[in-house]
């Protein structure tokens, strides 16, 4: 625990808001709890700074020049692996999954309380900063899990994934062969407080299955047992 907080202060994190007096409050929340935050206010330089090194990005949605998601797709696009937290004043249910389709790690709705956008934010750096021992492999038939590097491979190409992409993938490799129950999958992803709406978990195991599935509609990596939870077989 004082290792993972004494490396806390190093953590640089974006704020794209439009709206001073937020993003000043937002960018103070942040200070205090010991990140360096910088922030800006239009999806187009948002996507100047998210290509250069921080750590998280914390990205409205309404934004003078461009959706947030939009901000969100092309970020993706571009291989921009950072973390990112969609914030959002609509707070609909459709908002929350498309950000998510879209590439987001996570999803709070406005208004929020500081203490929860820290936890959000410390959830997700602890799952970046997870670090297994060095040469560290996950194979499981054409599919491959580089840990050290934290990046994936299938048939010999390379999968770009999101940090909650990735959390998943690597304690479903682990446990190739057993079936991972929602519940578990969600803890080992959210940590011990993630409820039991696995709306966000299914989520991302769909965007997993678009980018490692043949045909991501006949899963033969991640098969869903039904009301129960998803597992890797060994053999297709």
């Known amino acids: 625990m004082v290792m993972a907080e004494a490396t806390e ?17 937002i960018c103070d929340l942040l200070q205090n709890a010991g990140y360096e935050a910088t922030a800006v206010e239009s999806g187009e ?12 990005v914390l990205l409205d949605i309404k934004l003078p020049d461009m959706n947030g998601l939009e901000v969100l797709r092309r970020a ?18 459709s908002d929350r999954v498309a950000a998510l389709e879209d590439g987001a790690d996570d999803y709070l709705s406005k208004p929020f309380s500081p203490e929860e956008l820290v936890a959000r934010i410390r959830a997700i750096r602890r799952r970046v900063e997870w670090s297994p021992r060095p040469s560290t492999r996950l194979v499981v038939r054409e599919l491959e899990l580089d840990m050290t590097r934290r990046i994936a491979f299938v048939r010999g190409q390379r999968v770009n994934l ?4 990735y959390a998943i993938l690597a304690h479903l490799m ?3 062969g057993n079936v991972v129950t929602h519940k578990e999958l969600s803890r080992s992803v959210w940590g011990e407080n993630c409820g039991s709406d696995y709306r966000v978990l299914r989520v991302n195991i769909s965007r997993l299955r678009q ?3 043949e045909k991501d509609r006949e899963p033969t990596y991640i098969v869903t047992v039904p009301n129960v939870g998803y597992y890797i077989p060994f053999k297709r």
């Not at 948002?46 to 250069?52: N, S, T, V």
């Not at 993706?76 to 249910?93: A, F, N």
């Open 9 to 25: 202060p190093l953590a640089r994190i974006l704020v794209v808001e439009d709206e001073s007096d937020t993003a000043e409050v």
């Open 45 to 56: 330089e948002a996507l100047q700074y998210i290509g250069q090194n921080y750590d998280l």
């Open 76 to 93: 993706r696009s571009e291989s921009y692996d950072q973390p990112m937290i969609v914030l959002s004043g609509y707070g609909t249910g």
């Open 162 to 165: 999101t940090p909650t992409e």
């Open 174 to 176: 682990r446990n190739a």
């Open 211 to 213: 980018k490692i599935e």
